[in-house]
């Protein structure tokens, strides 16, 4: 059975991996709308991303919506010094010629969620959650129709890529994830302590360039400018492919584990905002909220992902 997503984006180069995975898997997802959100790179710059990578997919049919320009409640924290000045840098693909549509982001997720059956949709968020939280402020109703939400971002084992204690997507709008959290949605987490479990390595992106294909180019230049940052950082052999994580866990969900914990967002340190303080150890009385991924089958991950981007 197929399910129906809203794919919620700030396109990055692993966001891009993420819909190319999902836009090639049409079997067990169907993407109803890609809403774009300000994150890696300001709003301008996702939405007009999340277009381009409809477009290298052939697939201008889908519907991409611009939501929130700013976090909640502070200044907007890019990440330019890890995917480039476009957010898509490496090779320059040609401007989209796919409309953007009208109406607001976070007016599609609510009129979407209003309008499908209960139950029906999962919202997938692969950059801060502002629009998420907006839309939850917003029509607080929407919480009983959605199937779920799957989401990256967080960490507890690896603690912060951002900041000594916080992942970005959490850091840049801490408010709305602690909206989102306390939903009562059900959630799915792929936090930094599994996605750096899902490395590129030299084979994985050869894989990639060995497609022969447009897609595959495209996958493997991406990949390796977006890897020079992590290698550098962590001394590791690649880089984490964390936002294709998302869309893999609702194609093979057997590829990933976890556990179901309370997880809670920090909102007013100035030393740890942002932090995603999750009871891994069931130390606490607080009732759980969360499925937080710690596990991936990552050979298992990167095949399917080989799969899937060939078929373009």
């Known amino acids: 059975m197929t399910q129906k997503i809203i794919i919620d984006t700030d396109p990055g180069q692993d966001d891009a991996v993420a819909i190319l995975l999902a836009l090639a ?19 301008a710059l996702t939405e007009r991303n999340a277009r381009i990578v409809c477009e290298l997919a052939g697939r201008t049919d889908i519907p991409v919506f611009a939501g929130c ?7 907007l924290i890019t990440a330019e010094h ?3 000045k476009t957010g898509l840098d490496s090779p320059q693909l040609p401007d989209p010629t796919m409309p953007l549509q009208d109406q607001h982001g976070v007016d599609f997720i609510i009129d979407t969620l209003r309008r499908e059956p209960a139950g029906s949709v999962t919202l997938c968020p692969l950059g801060p959650l502002t629009n998420i939280a907006t839309a939850l402020n917003r029509a607080p109703d929407i919480a009983e129709k959605a199937a779920g939400i799957v989401l990256m971002g967080g960490a507890y084992f690896e603690v912060g890529n951002i900041t000594p204690a916080a992942e970005f997507n959490i850091y840049v709008d801490p408010q709305a994830a602690d909206i989102v959290l306390k ?18 390595t030299a084979d994985r992106v050869a894989a990639f360039r060995a497609m022969g294909t447009h897609v595959g180019r495209m996958v493997a230049e991406w990949t390796d400018f977006y890897e020079r940052f992590d290698k550098e950082k962590y001394g590791s052999e690649g880089a984490p492919l964390h936002d294709p994580c998302v869309i893999a866990w609702l194609i093979r969900p057997d590829l990933f584990k976890g556990r179901f914990i309370n997880v ?3 909102t007013r340190s ?3 905002l942002g932090m995603t303080v999750a009871d891994w150890w069931r130390v606490t009385d607080r009732a759980p909220n969360a499925t937080f991924m710690g596990d991936v089958d990552a050979a298992g991950f990167f095949d399917l992902l080989t799969e ?5």
Do not use: Q, W
């Open 183 to 200: 939903s009562g949605i059900p959630i799915t987490i792929m936090p930094l302590d599994l996605t750096h479990k899902a490395l590129t």
């Open 25 to 43: 898997s049409p079997e067990e997802i169907e993407v109803l709308g890609i809403t774009a959100v300000a994150g890696n790179v300001p709003l």
């Open 264 to 266: 809670e967002v920090e």
């Open 270 to 272: 100035d030393l740890t």
């Open 69 to 75: 320009d700013a976090p909640l409640s502070r200044k």
């Open 308 to 312: 899937r981007l060939a078929r373009f």
């Open 82 to 84: 890890v995917h480039g």
